[in-house]
């Protein structure tokens, strides 16, 4: 398995983490050769903050020479723990003989075989910008809705807090704020659209069920590694 991580660098901890406790937890995981082997890029892309792209040329560049990087070592598949990353998926597909696992793909196929016709979104201003999430769910015909102006800053604030590593009660509250504005528009469910917003708020923070994507992308990560 390869992991192009570093955006940010606190969401792709979490999301190794989250590997090891799922391997051990759902596959009981015991000894070093039960768990997948892994080649992790954490790499400090330039020119990408969470509200967007300021050289999407130069990203979109770094990021197809670290997925090759990671093919050529030996990846037989790879996974990128970073929602607005797969705004480049077909071209970062493109650049590789081997599978990139979208996280968004995996997330909609969650929704849908849940059965939820309508969620909320929580994602960050570029995701929301390039319409990631409302694009894929429409193709399953799945509504969404979506933050006012207002609440997109909260939103970013609260990613920025935990890029930097300070999230807390007032994160939680913020999110739940609009957690609750979209059960009351008819929501059944929001997604964590930001691989960020896991370390700042959980199912046990919200009104409403919670589709964490980066849990999701381990879960398929595994399942695919273990072939199953």
């Known amino acids: 398995m390869g992991v192009l991580g570093g955006m940010g660098a606190a969401a792709s901890a979490d999301f190794y983490t ?14 070093d050769d039960d768990f997948p082997a892994m080649w992790i890029y954490n790499l400090p892309v330039t020119g ?18 670290a997925i ?18 797969h705004h480049f ?5 493109a650049s590789v003989q081997v599978p990139i ?28 910008q390039f319409h990631l999430y409302e694009d894929i769910f429409a193709k399953n015909n799945i509504g969404t809705l979506s933050t006012t102006d207002a609440e997109q800053q909260q939103v970013t604030q609260v ?11 007032n994160e939680i509250e913020s999110l739940n704020n609009i957690a609750k504005r979209y059960a009351q528009a008819g929501a059944q469910a929001v997604i964590l659209g930001c691989t960020e917003l896991p370390l700042a708020f959980s199912e046990k923070d919200c009104s409403l069920p919670l589709f964490d994507t980066t ?3 381990a879960e398929a990560a595994l399942k695919y590694s273990y072939n199953i």
């Open 215 to 217: 849990g999701l992308l």
């Open 101 to 128: 696992l979208s996280i968004l793909e995996v997330t909609a196929k969650a929704v849908k075989d849940a059965g939820f016709s309508k969620v909320g979104l929580l994602n960050s201003q570029s995701t929301k």
């Open 159 to 169: 990613i920025g807090h935990v890029i930097s590593g300070t999230q807390g009660a």
């Open 89 to 93: 998926y077909k071209e970062m597909q």
């Open 48 to 65: 990408f903050n969470e509200t967007g792209f300021l050289d999407p040329e130069s990203v979109k560049s770094q990021m197809i020479a």
């Open 68 to 85: 090759q990087n990671l093919a050529k070592a030996g990846s037989d598949f790879i996974v990128i723990p970073c929602n607005t990353a």
């Open 18 to 31: 989250r590997v090891v406790s799922i391997a051990q937890k759902t596959y009981h995981a015991e000894e």
